[in-house]
């Protein structure tokens, strides 16, 4: 698997760039050439220069220290709300596709209630009902959209569950949790990692949006989405204040969208290298 990693270049490349980007917010006390948060009304809407490299925003704020500030809250949030979102519809999706009868009656049942309301106004409601704070976008993404995510998984898992190599693990008594950590979830590793990656952009877009509706991140903390609705009154006047954070967010976006399509054919076994 190393070796096809290494000749799919637009694997490498997405893998290096996701990276690149998290060490930037990582490191950005260290990097930032400005405080993000020290406001300087003299000096507001500047251009580039030495200073600000990227200008400065309505209060004064260096853009580019607020752009490498918030890498943290735009991606880390994203990350964490594709962690849970995986993390539970694969377990429901791996339980109702090996399990069957009952199991998989109950679930899929929910999964059907899940997915009947739309998605977006359901992710408002919940922030609402619970309040705005990041840990509740967080669970409302989770909750909303898990769903989806384990449907798509136990189709995958029904495709492998009558498999010579698992009826031969149950006669000869492999425990049924060793079937499904070892056996059906490797065999479903490329559509995990596929489902991980469209995830985070699908997260990356959401997360960015409520904060543009005043629903997550809240001011004065830098985060992507929270940029651009600071900078909408000032759409025409001054477009870059707008230009900066949304082509940082259609970047990430797209190459996330990009890797999972690479590491499904690093991850893919029927896959053949050249």
Not at 65 to 92: E, K, V
Not at 117 to 137: E, K, R, Y
Not at 175 to 194: G, N, T
Request: hydrophobic share 55%; charged share 15%; with cysteine.
């Amino acid at each position: 698997m190393a070796q096809r990693f290494w000749k799919n270049k637009t694997a490498v490349g997405t893998v290096f760039f996701v990276v690149l980007i998290a060490l930037l917010g990582i490191l950005a006390p260290w990097i930032a050439p400005n405080d993000p948060y020290a406001a300087d009304i003299l000096h507001k809407y500047e251009s580039m220069s030495a200073q600000f490299p990227l200008g400065t925003d309505h209060l004064g704020r260096c853009l580019l220290s607020r752009l490498l500030y918030g890498i943290r809250p735009t991606l880390g949030l994203a990350i964490l709300t594709m962690l849970g979102t995986i993390g539970l519809g694969a377990l429901m999706g791996l339980l109702a596709g090996y399990f069957r009868g009952w199991v998989e009656e109950i679930i899929m049942r929910v999964v059907d209630v899940m997915l009947s309301f739309p998605s977006q106004v359901m992710v408002f409601a919940v922030v609402a009902l619970l309040g705005v704070s990041v840990q509740n976008v967080v669970l409302a993404n989770v909750f909303i959209k898990w769903a989806w995510y384990a449907r798509m998984i136990r189709t995958g898992v029904m495709q492998y569950r009558d498999k010579n190599f698992i009826q031969f693990s149950r006669c000869i008594g492999t425990p049924e949790w060793f079937i499904l950590a070892r056996h059906l979830l490797p065999s479903i590793a490329a559509d995990l990692a596929v489902l991980a990656s469209l995830d985070v952009g699908w997260a990356i877009i959401n997360i960015s949006t409520l904060s543009f509706l005043g629903l997550g991140v809240q001011a004065p903390t830098p985060e992507w989405g929270a940029m651009l609705n600071e900078a909408k009154n000032v759409l025409t006047s001054n477009p870059s204040q707008m230009v900066i954070p949304g082509v940082a967010i259609v970047a990430l976006v797209s190459v996330f969208n990009l890797m999972g399509d690479a590491l499904r054919d690093v991850l893919d076994p029927k896959e053949v290298v050249e």
